[in-house]
C-alpha cells in the first residue's frame, strides 16, 4: 500500500475516533519513571551530601592549624550536606498519598519535576554561594597573612596566585551552574510538559466519561 492510500484512509476515519490506551499499561509505565527520577536523585543527593561531610572532615582538620577560614568553609560545607538532608526530608511529608491511581501518580511525579527544576535553577543560593562564602574568607585570610607576616615585595605575587586560583574558582561555578541549567532545559522541562499533557487528557477524558 502506497503512502496516498494510508493518508487516505486516515482522513476517511471518523472524527470522533479516539485511540484507546491500557490504563494499567501506562500507570505502570508512569510509576517506572517516577522510580528513575527518584533513583537518580537519591544517587545525586547522597554523592553530593557524603563528598560535602568529607570535605568538612578535611576542613576541621586543616583548621586546627590553619585558621578559622578552613573552619568557615567546614561549616559551609555542612550546611549543604543539611539543607540536601532537609530538603528530603520536607519532600517526603508532603508527599501525595496516591493510592495506585493513574491521575494520583502523575500528579505526584508533576510535584516531584517541578521541585526538582527548582532546586537546580536556584543551585547557586543553596549550593555555590556557601562555598563561595568560604572560599572568600580563605582567599582574603591568605593575602592578609602575607602582608602582614612575610615581606611586602611579595604581595604583588601572591596577589596573582590568588587571582588565578578565584579565577578558576569561578570558572568551575560558571560550567557547575550552567550545567545544571543544561539539565533543566533537557531533561525536566519536557518531562514537566508530558506530565501536565498526561494529566490534562486525563482530566478531558473524565469530563467525556461523565
Not at 593575602?143 to 602582614?148: L, N, R, S
Not at 590568588?162 to 531533561?187: D, F, P, T
Amino acid at each position: 500500500m502506497k503512502f496516498d492510500d494510508l493518508q487516505k484512509g486516515w482522513k476517511n476515519q471518523p472524527a470522533d475516533m479516539r485511540i484507546t490506551i491500557d490504563p494499567a499499561l501506562l500507570l505502570s509505565i508512569v510509576k517506572r519513571n517516577k522510580r528513575d527520577l527518584e533513583s537518580a536523585v537519591f544517587r545525586r543527593d547522597f554523592r553530593e551530601a557524603a563528598i560535602a561531610v568529607i570535605l568538612a572532615t578535611i576542613f576541621f582538620c586543616f583548621g586546627l592549624h590553619g585558621g578559622w577560614p578552613l573552619f568557615l568553609l567546614g561549616v559551609m560545607c555542612l550546611f549543604v550536606a543539611g539543607y540536601l538532608v532537609c530538603d528530603r526530608m520536607r519532600q517526603r511529608r508532603k508527599r501525595r498519598d496516591i493510592h495506585d491511581t493513574l491521575r494520583g501518580t502523575v500528579e505526584s511525579s508533576l510535584h516531584q519535576v517541578t521541585h526538582q527544576i527548582w532546586l537546580l535553577r536556584n543551585v547557586f543560593w543553596w549550593y555555590l554561594l556557601p562555598f563561595s562564602i568560604g572560599l572568600v574568607a580563605l582567599i582574603g585570610s591568605a593575602y592578609w597573612d602575607t602582608i602582614k607576616n612575610y615581606d611586602p615585595g611579595y604581595a604583588p605575587i601572591t596577589l596573582l596566585f590568588l587571582g588565578i586560583y578565584a579565577a578558576s574558582v569561578v570558572l568551575l561555578y560558571w560550567g557547575i551552574y550552567h550545567l545544571n541549567q543544561w539539565a533543566v532545559r533537557k531533561e525536566l522541562l519536557p518531562r514537566k510538559r508530558e506530565l501536565e499533557n498526561l494529566l490534562k487528557s486525563l482530566a478531558e477524558h473524565n469530563e467525556l466519561d461523565d
